[in-house]
């Protein structure tokens, strides 16, 4: 009976990553949705500013007393988020929601891109589904009359936000998340506000 258990937590791990994988998914698809129609009742600068407001707000009680190196870190983490929510608030007001979705789910394609470049070998698939995912992008992205600008924008979204996942992960564990989370959403707040 304990060999059963034994191999059927991996299993299990393995199904529940599955499942937290797709719920990603569906929640990066939907944000350019969301934000797209919250920018048709008010300001992108607005909607921008209110987003990072509330979130700060809603976490600050459960953030402990940062430290010296989180305060820093979670300012200099809190400037490329800036950077990434601009550039994906500024694609939006001119790109489609649905092509606006594909560049936020590119961020993994980038990610992927950037490591094998960068740090890490990929197999032959990972590489072939990194150019497909890219060259897909390319073509949805230039095939209409949009403005190329949005499109650039997202693009801009997109390698940010891959950057920002790569320098996190050894930065991260350093951290309390809770606190970390807050001091970064604090600095998207303040700049979204200025």
Not at 83 to 88: E, N, R, T
Request: hydrophobic share 55%; with cysteine.
């Amino acid at each position: 009976m304990d060999n059963f258990s034994n191999s059927a937590q991996p299993m299990q791990k393995h199904w529940l990553g599955l499942g937290f994988l797709a719920l990603m998914a569906l929640i990066l698809g939907t944000i350019p949705v969301a934000v797209k129609q919250a920018m048709l009742s008010i300001s992108p600068a607005l909607e921008f500013a209110l987003r990072f407001v509330i979130g700060a707000l809603v976490l600050t009680p459960f953030a402990r007393r940062p430290s010296l190196a989180l305060l820093r870190d979670g300012i200099g983490f809190g400037l490329l988020l800036t950077v990434i929510f601009a550039a994906a608030t500024i694609g939006l007001e001119t790109v489609a929601a649905n092509r606006a979705s594909f560049f936020f789910a590119l961020t993994m394609v980038f990610v992927t891109a950037f490591t094998m470049l960068f740090r890490e070998r990929r197999s032959w698939r990972q590489v072939w589904a990194t150019v497909l995912g890219f060259t897909g992008m390319v073509v949805m992205s230039w095939q209409t009359g949009e403005p190329v600008v949005g499109n650039i924008w997202l693009l801009v979204y997109g390698v940010a936000d891959a950057a920002y996942t790569i320098c996190l992960e050894p930065v991260a564990p350093r951290h309390e998340p809770i606190t970390f989370t807050v001091v970064q959403l604090w600095v998207v707040a303040f700049c979204g506000v200025s």
